[in-house]
């Protein structure tokens, strides 16, 4: 089983639709949590940060469930510029605070 | 202010050479990871440096060595390649501080292509 589990999609929606993707991870000492979004052929960028308070930036809400180990990202009001690939990651924190990334969930908005 | 820089960006290579990849960090950070991204996965682990020190290493063969230098800048070092090891090279620096809490950002990798 892997580490870090995401569909892999691709999700197609149109544009303005309000997309929800889903992460489950497996270790339970793992402590911090994020989103990236990565282009093709590009480096993946931090999108946020994921607290179990649940956080909001603009368009994008992320949620997380410590007892479930579940991570969520939703997306509003999608542009065409939020086609992307999603990683769900991991850290279990302390001195080797090494990413476990998820395969990445790819999205296409469309017209 | 510059991100994390890696050099070079493309480099094609043959079955059994040597690679050395280079990756400086953001200002003021001083953690640098690497990692290895295959085409449809999500970036591997390789290594973490802190402090010039060898902080954690994932699962990959003796081939694979780094180093971090006083400036925190860091090199990957790949002997004997194979074709497998055709891959998008990710360097990420953090900090300030080690803790997990600090997001890693990432330089635009080098794309290594083994013939």
């Known amino acids: 089983r892997k580490e870090v589990e995401q569909d892999p999609g691709p999700f197609n929606v149109p544009e303005g639709a309000t997309v929800a993707f889903n992460c489950t991870y497996s270790n339970s000492a793992s402590q911090s949590f994020f989103w990236y979004r990565q282009d093709c052929r590009k480096e993946p960028k931090l999108l946020m940060s994921?607290?179990?308070s649940g956080n909001e930036d603009g368009r994008f809400t992320a949620q997380l469930n410590r007892a479930s180990q579940y991570i969520s990202l939703l997306i509003r009001d999608s542009k065409l510029s939020d086609s992307a690939t999603y990683l769900c990651v991991v850290s279990r924190g302390g001195t080797a605070s090494k990413l476990t990334f998820g395969t990445g969930t790819r999205l296409q908005v469309t017209l | 202010d510059a991100g994390v820089t890696q050099s070079p960006t493309h480099l094609i290579k043959t079955r059994g050479q040597h690679v050395t990849l280079r990756c400086s960090p953001i200002?003021?950070?001083?953690?640098v990871s690497w990692y290895q991204q295959v085409l449809g996965q999500g970036p591997q682990f390789i290594f973490q440096y802190y402090e010039k020190e060898e902080r954690g290493r994932g699962n990959f063969p003796d081939r694979f060595s780094a180093r971090q230098f006083p400036n925190y800048s860091s090199e990957l070092n790949v002997n004997a390649l194979l074709l497998g090891d055709s891959a998008l090279y990710l360097c990420?620096?953090?900090?300030?501080?080690?803790?997990?809490?600090?997001?890693?950002?990432f330089g635009d990798g080098t794309r290594l292509s083994i013939l």
């Open positions: 994921v607290y179990s």
């Open positions: 990420a620096s953090s900090g300030p501080g080690q803790g997990a809490v600090q997001p890693q950002h």
């Open positions: 200002s003021g950070h001083k953690s």
